[in-house]
C-alpha cells in the first residue's frame, strides 16, 4: 500500500489507543491483518437512544488513496437505523462521501457514526423502510431498534410481544433473521409479514 | 595573548514557523517531512492557506488534486488559496 495511507494508518492507530474515548470505552479499533488495510471498529451506543447499551461492530477498508479519500465503513452488527441498510450494513454519512476532508480520522469516523445513531436524518435515507417507519410510526421504531440491539449488539430490552411473533414464524420454517427483519418491515403484523413472506 | 583555533565545530538549528505541530494531511510533525519524502527542509517545504493552516507543499497539492470539483482546506473547509509570504 502506499507510503501515505499505511504510516497515517499507524499514527492513527496509535492515538484512538490513547483518545479518552477509548479509556470511556465507548470506541474502539483493531487490526484485521497486517497490511493495515482493514480494521475492525467497534462503537457503543450512545446514552438516550434506542441503540443504548448495545456494541456495533465495524468493517473499515483503508484505500490506497487514503487519506485522499475517505475509508470505506459498513456496519457488521445488525441494526435498524434510517441511515443504515438493514440488509448490507452500508451507511448514508455526508463524511464518508461528498464531505469528506483529509484531515479527518479514524477517530473523527467512528465519533460521527456515534452521532448519526443519536442523531437520524430519515430525510436522507439509506434504508427507506426503516425511514418511513422512523417518520409515520415512531414509537414503533423505537421499539423495533430496542428490539434488534438487543437481538443483535448485546442491548438491554427484551420484547415479548416480538419474541412470540418471531418464534411464530420460526415454526413455519422461516430462519429467524429473516422473520425478525420482515416482521420488522411490516410493522410487526403478523399477517402481513406471513402474507410477504408466502406469496 | 594569541589564541589558535584548531578547530571548530558548527552548530545550528532551524524550524518552520507553522500554527501547528503536524501536517493535518499525512499527520507528521513539521519537524519532519512528507512520508513521500526522506529530508525536511527545502525539498519539502511547507504552505500556508489563505486560511492560515498549513501543510507540507506535497500533501496539500495532492489533496487538491484528489478533489476536482472543490478546492476546499482539509482543515476548515474554506475555498484554498495559497498565502504568499
Ligand atoms: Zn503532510
Ligand atoms: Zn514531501
Ligand atoms: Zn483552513
Not at chain 1, 475517505?70 to 455526508?94: E, M, Q, Y
Not at chain 1, 456515534?114 to 430519515?122: S, Y
Not at chain 2, 501536517?23 to 510533525?29: N, Q
Request: proline content about 6%; overall charge neutral; some cysteine.
Amino acid at each position: 500500500m502506499a507510503n501515505m495511507a499505511v504510516s497515517r494508518i499507524k499514527r492513527e492507530f496509535k492515538e484512538v489507543i490513547k483518545s479518552e474515548e477509548i479509556v470511556q470505552c465507548s470506541i474502539k479499533i483493531e487490526l484485521v491483518n497486517d497490511s493495515w488495510t482493514e480494521l475492525r471498529g467497534e462503537i457503543a451506543g450512545p446514552p438516550d437512544t434506542p441503540y443504548e447499551g448495545g456494541k456495533f461492530l465495524l468493517e473499515i477498508k483503508v484505500p490506497e488513496t487514503y487519506p485522499f479519500n475517505p475509508p470505506k465503513v459498513r456496519f457488521i452488527t445488525k441494526i435498524w437505523h434510517p441511515n443504515i441498510s438493514s440488509v448490507t450494513g452500508a451507511i448514508c454519512l455526508d463524511i464518508l462521501k461528498d464531505n469528506w476532508a483529509a484531515a479527518m480520522t479514524l477517530r473523527t469516523v467512528l465519533l460521527s457514526l456515534q452521532a448519526l445513531l443519536a442523531a437520524a436524518e430519515p430525510d436522507d435515507p439509506q434504508d427507506a423502510v426503516v425511514a418511513s417507519q422512523y417518520k409515520h410510526n415512531y414509537s414503533l421504531f423505537l421499539m423495533t431498534a430496542r428490539h434488534w440491539t438487543n437481538a443483535y449488539a448485546g442491548g438491554p430490552s427484551r420484547f415479548a410481544d416480538c419474541d412470540q411473533k418471531i418464534q411464530r414464524l420460526k415454526d413455519m420454517g422461516i430462519d429467524e433473521h429473516k422473520a425478525r427483519a420482515v416482521l420488522s418491515m411490516e410493522n410487526w403484523d403478523l399477517e402481513k409479514a406471513t402474507e410477504s413472506l408466502f406469496s | 595573548m594569541k589564541v589558535k583555533i584548531k578547530s571548530w565545530m558548527g552548530v545550528a538549528t532551524w524550524r518552520w514557523i507553522a500554527n501547528d505541530e503536524n501536517c493535518g494531511i499525512c499527520r507528521m510533525s513539521f519537524e519532519n517531512c512528507c512520508p513521500e519524502c526522506s529530508l525536511p527542509g527545502d525539498d519539502c517545504p511547507l504552505v500556508w492557506g489563505a486560511c492560515s493552516h498549513c501543510f507540507h507543499m506535497h500533501c496539500i497539492v495532492k489533496w487538491l488534486n484528489s478533489q476536482p470539483n472543490s478546492q476546499q482546506c482539509p482543515m476548515c473547509r474554506q475555498n484554498w488559496k495559497f498565502n504568499i509570504q
